[in-house]
């Protein structure tokens, strides 16, 4: 069965600096991985998605992912964030064997400081 | 830009009622998704949709939910009786296919069971 594990509740960084929110997976095929926001009394919001080819994907808001299949992770990064970064972050994924269902982790606040 | 979308944004009613969640899913769409989130927590999993049948259901999603897709266009969401574990914010999801594309979200609906 598919898992996501987001190993940090809460990560606190300054304005300008770059933020890391890490996200590991496990899946028994080929993994679809994804990254959603949510602001405050919202819905998820899309931010970017690993299928294949290169490791590095870019996306919304300056935001890009890293996945690295050997330590199955797909960390979230930004080279300089925002106090509007402000969110709570989940990570996402599919398994290309059993598919359809998106497991998510549990997610991970950011928090951005002036 | 085509969005999901989900009524009524907040839905209060006694516990042992009945309560019907809507969702208008992104017209081409072929699979269709229900989640719950607890006081901003997980992200949990209750069923999938496909082809007019459920695909895939957790644990959660037991005797007392239902799904349908009466008219081609709203997905729902019934909750037969209603518990005061059931208060929670419903999302409604739907993506173009069941491997690698994102799933996009509703708003939700904040149901409170008192």
């Known amino acids: 069965a598919q898992s996501v594990a987001q190993p940090e509740d809460q990560v606190n960084v300054a304005e300008g600096n770059p933020l890391t929110v890490k996200c590991t997976y496990s899946v028994s095929g080929n993994p679809y991985l994804f990254w959603y926001v949510q602001y405050p009394n919202r819905g998820l919001q899309f931010l970017l998605k690993y299928i294949t080819g290169d490791n590095l994907v870019k996306g919304s808001y300056g935001f890009e992912a890293e996945f690295n299949k050997s330590q199955t992770s797909f960390h979230l990064k930004k080279p300089s964030a925002l106090v509007s970064d402000s969110a709570l972050y989940f990570c996402?994924?599919?398994?290309?064997?059993?598919?359809?269902?998106?497991?998510f982790g549990p997610g991970t606040r950011l928090s951005v400081l002036p | 830009e085509p969005e999901v979308t989900q009524t009524p944004s907040h839905q209060v009613t006694q516990m042992g009622q009945e309560v019907i969640l809507r969702c208008v899913p992104i017209?081409?769409?072929?699979?269709f998704y229900w989640y719950r989130q607890i006081l901003g927590q997980k992200v949990e999993f209750l069923v999938s949709f496909y082809n007019n049948e459920i695909s895939e259901k957790s644990e959660i999603f037991d005797d007392q939910f239902s799904v349908e897709r009466p008219d081609g266009s709203n997905f729902t969401l019934k909750i037969r009786s209603t518990k005061l574990e059931d208060s929670a914010m419903y999302f409604c999801?739907?993506?173009?296919?069941?491997?690698?594309?994102?799933?996009?979200f509703g708003q939700g609906t904040r149901l409170t069971v008192v």
């Open positions: 999801a739907s993506s173009a296919d069941g491997t690698n594309t994102e799933a996009f």
């Open positions: 017209s081409n769409h072929l699979y």
């Open positions: 996402a994924v599919r398994d290309s064997v059993y598919g359809q269902n998106f497991v």
